[in-house]
Structures are given as structure tokens and as C-alpha cells.
């Protein structure tokens, strides 16, 4: 989907739009209010980064004394929708501008005077791929229930995560940390309260709220924080470097400020399609990743959380059951897997044999490409998640864990049903059911029961620091929503778990 410059996003059901006005610190804004909530779009909360700001350190915004409109999206970042079987799930919005550096804010239309709990949401989208402008992140559900709800872009690909000689590294995560400040400086004025922050994300903007949770300012810019479906290892300088030298070679640059700049962003997004295609985060391959570094990352988020790093901050933190299907499942590539491939992964990997038969015992008839998928998303995810909430809860700090089990029917009639699969949470949490994107992962009867559940639990938490459900203990509670009883389950799958665990 792609919208021209000046063009509204389809207005939303209820009463008649009307004007919304706020004062910023920046300059007046003017958006709408419709059905109770109030929606401010694309407003800047840093200088577009291009031209002199190019790949460099978020730069403040040029004030403004007239009424800025703010009823329609803002730029995204530059990018190129996804492609093959996966484009038909994940949707790419398109909006275009220099101006890529701005938040979405929807807040109760009713909010003067108020101090409501604030919630940042950061989009995934693997670092190359995303934005605010996506229907599915449309914060109305969160404004109705009394939060302000924030959603930013940032820098992607080479533009944000490129690792060159005389760069600064994870410009995006930059980005995010200059959005958390505009919030903090801002958000009174949109009724919302800058000491009640919640920030959560999903897939890299998961990875990036455990950045941020990482971060040493973040106690000062978040209260509290969720992590679905995020990584939680940043790479090292030459790892993370390998798609920007990759690239550099392919258009005959050097790997520099100099020699990016040399490219126009469409450039660099059509090169780095040609060097990273075939990859995704589950088979592997050259991707754009947080990288430690020195300024922005000074540790990995899995070692700096496991040692005590934002221990004052409660988290809820999870993931879904079948991470792996939606990589494998609508390319057709489950099939294709053999038991060479998994016995090639189990060496590369350093996985005994008796683990993999663990993970065969429990699903006696799942082919070897689901068997293979498995062990993957536990060893990306689930195992990572668990162990940072076992160090979190010795050291007495609030940690909830979840998990998605809910099995879309989708793609079942080809390939296999997509199940319960990396972002099918999304629609549920948003409780946007209805949204384009969400329709496209979950078909149309998806439960409108879970969206309710799991909706709520997010706002519970975000308003009361509690989701619901027992904090993370010795027992190992799980809330696992699967849209029958969405019960808390005690240690699932712990044999799996155990027999990946270091």
C-alpha cells in the first residue's frame, strides 16, 4: 500500500471528524478528534536525516509558529516491500518525505487536565522493513481505554544500521532513544504522564526495547517495558558489518560516510535487497542487527539484563509458539528439509542428538522441517527469554512471562496453516482484528475474545505495572493465550527448554 503526499488515512468509525489542537514545545499542531479519541500523525520528534544530517546522530527539529497539520501520516523510512510468499502476510505502507523521524500519538479526546499511562510502541520489520503508518498499530483501542499511545519510526536498513568507518552505529536505536526524550518532554501536553512510560515492540522492535532496556538512561526514559518475539543479542562490529561491506562492494563504494552518501537512499535499499535476499531470521543469512558498541549498546541486552541492568523496571516479556512457520510455512519450505539439513544444524549448533530427540518425542509425527523450526525458535527466543527472566526473578526484580499459542488457519489449504507464527499477536494486542494486516495473518474469524484478553493485559500492566497473572518464579508461570481458557501454564515444554539450556 503506498499513499501520495497530502493524502488522509481512511478515517475512523464513529461520529463526524473534527479539529484537535495541542501546543508542543515545537510548535502548534492540529489534529483530529473522532469517536472520543484524538489522533495527532507524523509529528517530528528529530530533524530529517538527510542531506548534512545524513548518517549522522539525530539533530533537533527546526521550530515552527504556525499551526502544522498533523492529520495525516507522516514519511516513513526508505524501504522496499516485502517480497514473494511472506509479501502476501506482511504489508509495507509507503508514505513519501524526508521528515521519516516522527511519532503517531492518539490519546482520549477528554484529556485535558489528565495524566494517563503512556505506551511507545516500536515496530519489527527486521531492521529494514515497517512503520507507524501500518493500520494495523493504530492506537485507537489504547486511547479508548484511557492510554496514550505513541508509535514511532526510526532509521532502517543501511540508512540506521549500517557499520561504516566514520559512522556512529545503531543511528535507529538513536533514534528511538531522541523519540523516548521528545516523549518525555511532550506527552503532558497530549494528557499523558512522562513518569508512567511503557515501551514495547515485536521482532526488531522487541530487540530494540531490550536495547533500550539496556541503555544506562533507561530508567530516566521508561517505567516499564514489553518485549514480544525480540532477540535479545546484539552481534559484534564485524558480524553486524557484514551486510554494509557486502554492499559497499556491490555498488563499488567504500564502506564509509563518504561512500553511502554517494547513494540515494532508493539506492541503497535496492542493493541491500540484492545482498540479503534468501536470508531471514530464522535459516540465517547477511541482516541488519544491533551491534555493541561503545556509545549507543555498550553490552548485549541478553548479558546486560541477565547482570542486573535495568533490574528496577518491571518487564513482560514472551513470544509466540510457532516463531518459525512464518518463514517456512508460506515459502513452502518445511517439505524441503531433510534429516541431513537438521544433522548439519545439530553440528554447526553444537545440539546433542538426544535433544533433538526430546523435541521428536513431543511431536511424534511433525516433519523433520518442524522438528528443525522448533529447536530454532527456542534457541532464538524462548530459551534466551526464560533465562533472562530466571536472573531477573533471583534478584527479585517483577518479570512476567507469556506466550502465544493461538493457530491462525491461514495458508492451510496450500502449504500448511500458518499456526501460531511469528507477529500473529499483533492484531490481538492492537485488538484491531479488523485491520488489513491482521486479516491477511489470521483470516477473518479469528476470536475476538483473545484480542479482548490479551489487549488487556497489555493495558493492565501499562496502567497498573500488573498483567494479570503470577510474576515469574521457580514455577515457571506461563500466560499462554490460545483463544480457549488463555490459561497460565507452569513450566511448558521444560524438557525442551532444559535440554537447550547452557
Same mark, same amino acid.
Given at each position: 500500500m503506498s499513499t501520495e503526499p497530502g493524502q488522509d488515512i481512511p478515517e475512523a468509525s464513529g461520529n463526524a471528524p473534527t479539529a484537535a489542537t495541542v501546543a508542543t514545545g515545537s510548535g502548534p499542531l492540529v489534529g483530529i478528534t473522532e469517536g472520543g479519541v484524538s489522533r495527532f500523525l507524523g509529528i517530528p520528534y528529530a530533524a530529517a536525516p538527510f542531506g548534512e544530517h545524513r548518517f549522522r546522530l539525530p539533530q533537533p527539529v527546526e521550530p515552527w509558529e504556525e499551526p502544522r497539520d498533523a492529520s495525516r501520516l507522516g514519511a516513513t523510512a526508505p524501504q522496499a516491500p516485502y517480497s514473494g510468499p511472506i509479501g502476501e502476510l506482511l504489508a509495507t505502507v509507503t508514505v513519501p518525505g524526508n521528515e521519516i523521524l516522527n511519532v503517531n500519538v492518539w490519546t482520549p479526546a477528554d484529556h485535558a487536565g489528565a495524566s494517563l499511562p503512556v505506551m511507545v510502541w516500536i515496530h519489527g520489520g527486521s531492521f529494514v522493513h515497517g512503520s507507524n503508518a501500518l493500520d494495523a498499530y493504530d492506537g485507537t483501542a489504547f486511547a479508548r481505554d484511557g492510554v496514550v499511545l505513541v508509535a514511532v519510526?526510526?532509521? &532502517?536498513? =543501511? @540508512?540506521g544500521f549500517s557499520v561504516l568507518d566514520d559512522v556512529p552505529m545503531n543511528?535507529?536505536? $538513536?533514534? !528511538?532513544?531522541a523519540a523516548l526524550v521528545w516523549v518525555q518532554d511532550e506527552i503532558a501536553h497530549f494528557g499523558g504522564d512522562p513518569s508512567n512510560v511503557t515501551v514495547f515492540g515485536e521482532s526488531a522492535g522487541g530487540s530494540s526495547v531490550a536495547t533500550l532496556l539496556a541503555h544506562p538512561d533507561a530508567a530516566s526514559l521508561m517505567t516499564r517495558a514489553i518485549v514480544q518475539s525480540g532477540p &535479545? @543479542? =546484539? !552481534?559484534?562490529? @564485524?558480524? $553486524?558489518?557484514?551486510v554494509s561491506k &557486502?554492499? $559497499?562492494?556491490? &555498488?563499488?563504494?567504500?564502506?564509509s560516510r563518504a561512500g553511502f552518501k554517494r547513494i540515494p537512499p532508493e539506492g541503497l535499499v535496492a542493493s541491500q535487497e540484492r545482498v540479503m535476499a534468501g536470508g531471514n531470521p530464522i535459516s540465517g543469512g547477511p541482516g541488519f542487527a544491533v551491534a555493541t558498541d561503545t556509545q549507543i549498546v555498550p553490552a548485549s541486552p541478553f548479558d546486560a539484563l541477565r547482570a542486573g541492568q535495568a533490574s528496577g523496571i518491571p518487564l513482560l516479556i514472551g513470544s509466540t509458539t510457532e516463531e518459525y512457520r512464518l518463514w517456512f510455512v508460506p515459502t513452502g519450505l518445511i517439505p524441503t528439509f531433510k534429516r541431513f539439513h537438521l544433522f548439519a544444524a545439530r553440528l554447526k549448533l553444537g545440539i546433542r542428538a538426544s535433544t533433538v530427540r526430546t523435541f521428536r518425542r513431543n511431536r511424534p509425527k511433525a516433519p523433520t522441517g518442524e522438528i528443525l523450526g522448533a529447536i530454532a525458535t527456542d534457541l532464538l527466543l524462548r530459551v534466551p527469554l526464560n533465562r533472562v527472566a530466571d536472573a531477573r526473578a533471583a534478584a527479585g526484580s517483577d518479570t512476567w512471562v507469556y @506466550?502465544? $499459542?493461538w493457530r491462525s488457519p491461514v495458508g492451510e489449504d496450500g502449504?500448511?496453516?500458518l499456526g501460531a507464527a511469528h507477529a500473529l499477536e499483533l492484531g490481538f494486542v492492537f485488538d484491531h482484528l479488523d485491520s488489513p494486516e491482521a486479516i491477511r495473518m489470521t483470516g477473518t474469524d479469528a476470536p475476538q475474545s483473545l484480542a479482548t484478553s490479551m489487549h488487556d493485559a497489555w493495558v493492565s500492566f501499562a496502567t497498573t505495572g500488573d498483567p494479570g497473572w503470577a510474576r515469574w518464579d521457580a514455577t515457571r508461570p506461563v500466560r499462554t493465550f490460545d483463544g480457549v481458557d488463555d490459561a497460565v501454564v507452569l513450566a511448558p515444554r521444560d524438557d525442551e527448554r532444559q535440554a537447550l539450556t547452557p
Open positions: 519510526n526510526y532509521r &532502517l536498513g =543501511s @540508512e543511528l535507529g536505536i $538513536a533514534d !528511538q532513544l &535479545l @543479542e =546484539s !552481534q559484534t562490529r @564485524e558480524r $553486524a558489518g557484514r &557486502l554492499m $559497499a562492494k556491490d &555498488l563499488g563504494v567504500p564502506a @506466550e502465544f $499459542a502449504h500448511g496453516a
